[in-house]
């Protein structure tokens, strides 16, 4: 029975809540809109039911005010998210993706921190065909974005292969357990018939309304936290004894969110609450999601995430209420321990004779360019390839399970396209998030794909200067602050403010665990390198054995420690 104490607040719900309240779970007039043949676009109320079905509206704002001075409508396209649960594709879906963004988006794929594939600029005409294929190939793009579970992540690592095989399938089971159950996916893009006057499909774990906001899950097998395992509304910290998964530590309230200039919104670490066996996941998730399905706040979107609703009701109270609704209590949480959350480059031998190439690629983008063909050269290895693909939360890619007799001819692939596990790049750069920002993305602030790669080049050349170039200092670059690579758990973060501005974020731990805070605000290039030419000699001459960059800030007073999200703005 739920604890009275407990309630959501108070206030008119917000009109989000009234899109889906009449979207007939889902449906609303998507049909409609996507066959209206006399513009690109749709409606906002069809554009807010999109992000159920994987996809946002965009433009390209890069022509906006030229087509604007023409009398045109904005440049409109829709960006495609497609679900793949612990960042896994085989080989055919990879060719798959590969067609698609060739023929109907912009000739790009779009490695995500999710772990999943984004294709941008496909037109509305080819929606539906994207979709469909997509869906052939054994994936698809349900719940990709909206107010539900999105992508569920897990560690792909390879030297960790012996766990990763458990641990993916319980992710991939998880993913399916929390997905809708309306058909209004397969009845708008597959064609599935609507049974005339048979009821709607009701949501056993969402119910009408779905979430307050998105909700987000991950697993992380210590000790590598590539996953950013504290980010997550939901993580799970898979825990080994004797060789085996005994079971997961499990967190909750973890969120990377806010907005410039209101300290009612914050970035939030996640907290462990207890152990549960692994027989006991799927209920467990489905029974916290639920708190935050009946409690969340439905009024303030930009309050709406389960780390304010954990805050605001309390941590106690909030596991009071999951236990009393699991009518089982948690087990006390075992030992763990993170050293890292990067990727391990290059060939790496895992379990049953395979072999795992991690590639370095620089903010996920998949193109071919002049002199890099990096597009071409993994659709020749995917032709080739008899294992999987694996999406890191990093950006990166992994062609693994490769057995030792392809491994000679994929090699030979890699060298002849010259591809790279970045080794002749700092560890700076290989510790690089960047997310897409403009032109496409409508909340972008500043530039962050495009433009952290040249100011890394500048960066490195102070790394360099100070016998810095092998040591990882996590950077990642967000256009605003809604965080998509997760800036503020970056040694070094960046959030667009305005064109060419950011606010600068420094002293977030390693290994995940610390948020940072801010340092400067509303700055440009000159005043970064201006503070890292002063920072990084410093930490360089300075540091204590085995120090990272963020701790050294905090230990010297650089900058003071976020010691929870709640202080973060303090």
């Known amino acids: 029975m739920a604890d009275q104490r407990l309630k959501a607040p108070d206030g008119l719900p917000s009109d989000v809540e009234r899109i889906k309240d009449e979207s007939n779970y889902l449906r609303g007039t998507l049909k409609q809109s996507m066959e209206e043949p006399l513009s690109a676009g749709i409606s906002d109320d069809d554009n807010r039911l999109m992000k159920f079905h994987g996809s946002y509206l965009q433009d390209d704002r890069d022509y906006r005010n030229e087509r604007q001075k023409q009398k045109l409508e904005p440049a409109f396209q829709f960006m495609l998210r497609v679900r793949s649960p612990g960042g896994v594709a085989t080989p055919e879906q990879w060719l798959v993706m590969d067609e698609l963004a060739e023929k109907y988006g912009n000739q790009t794929l779009k490695l995500t921190t999710r772990q999943a594939f984004q294709m941008h600029g496909i037109l509305k005409w080819n929606m539906k065909k994207t979709i469909q294929d997509i869906y052939a190939s054994k994936l698809d793009t349900i719940a990709a974005c909206g107010d539900v579970n999105r992508n569920v992540m897990a560690n792909p690592n390879p030297y960790q292969s012996e766990l990763h095989g458990e641990v993916f399938e319980w992710s991939k089971k998880l993913s399916d357990h929390l997905l809708p159950k309306t058909r209004a996916y397969y009845e708008l893009w597959l064609d599935e018939e609507k049974v005339a006057g048979a009821p709607e499909t009701e949501e056993p774990v969402y119910g009408k309304y779905y979430l307050p906001r998105k909700f987000k899950i991950g697993f992380a097998i210590p000790p590598s936290n590539d996953i950013d395992v504290f980010s997550q509304d939901i993580g799970f910290i898979a825990i080994v004894e004797e060789g085996a998964l005994a079971g997961f530590n499990v967190t909750i309230g ?49 309050n709406a995430r389960f780390k304010y609703t954990v805050d605001r009701l309390g941590l106690e109270n909030v596991v009071t209420e999951l ?125 962050a794909e495009r433009y952290l790669p040249s100011l890394i080049d500048k960066i490195e050349t102070i790394v360099n200067e100070n016998g810095l170039t092998d040591k990882e200092i996590t950077i990642r670059m967000t256009g605003c602050p809604n965080s998509c690579a997760r800036p503020t758990l970056a040694e070094i973060g960046f959030i667009g403010k305005g064109p060419g501005k950011y606010n600068m974020y420094l002293g977030a731990a390693f290994d995940g665990s610390r948020l940072s805070k801010m340092y400067r605000e509303n700055i440009d290039e000159e005043a970064i390198l201006s503070i890292l030419k002063e920072l990084l000699p410093r930490y360089a001459k300075e540091r204590e054995e085995g120090e990272h960059f963020g701790d050294f800030l905090v230990r010297t007073g650089v900058i003071e420690a976020t010691t929870d999200g709640t202080n973060f703005h303090k």
Request: hydrophobic share 35%.
């Open 323 to 447: 236990e009393q609704r699991l009518g089982w209590s948690l087990a006390e949480a075992k030992p763990f321990h993170f050293d890292d959350n990067g990727d391990r480059y290059g060939w790496v031998k895992g379990v049953k004779g395979r072999w795992h190439y991690t590639l370095f690629v620089q903010g996920g983008r998949i193109v071919d360019q002049e002199n890099y063909q990096l597009m071409t050269a993994l659709r020749e290895i995917a032709k080739i390839h008899t294992g999987d693909f694996r999406l890191t939360a990093n950006q990166n890619l992994i062609i693994a399970n490769v057995t030792s007799q392809k491994k000679k001819k994929i090699n030979q692939l890699i060298e002849s396209y010259n591809l790279t596990d970045g080794s002749q790049y700092s560890a700076l750069r290989r510790s690089s998030l960047a997310c897409v920002s403009l032109p496409t993305c409508g909340l972008a602030m500043a530039e």
């Open 254 to 302: 973890g969120g990377l969110g806010m907005a410039h200039g209101d300290t009612e919104t914050y970035p939030q670490v996640g907290k462990v609450i207890g152990f549960i066996r692994p027989e006991q996941l799927l209920i467990t998730a489905e029974k916290i999601l639920t708190i935050q399905r009946d409690y969340g706040n439905r009024s303030e979107r930009k």
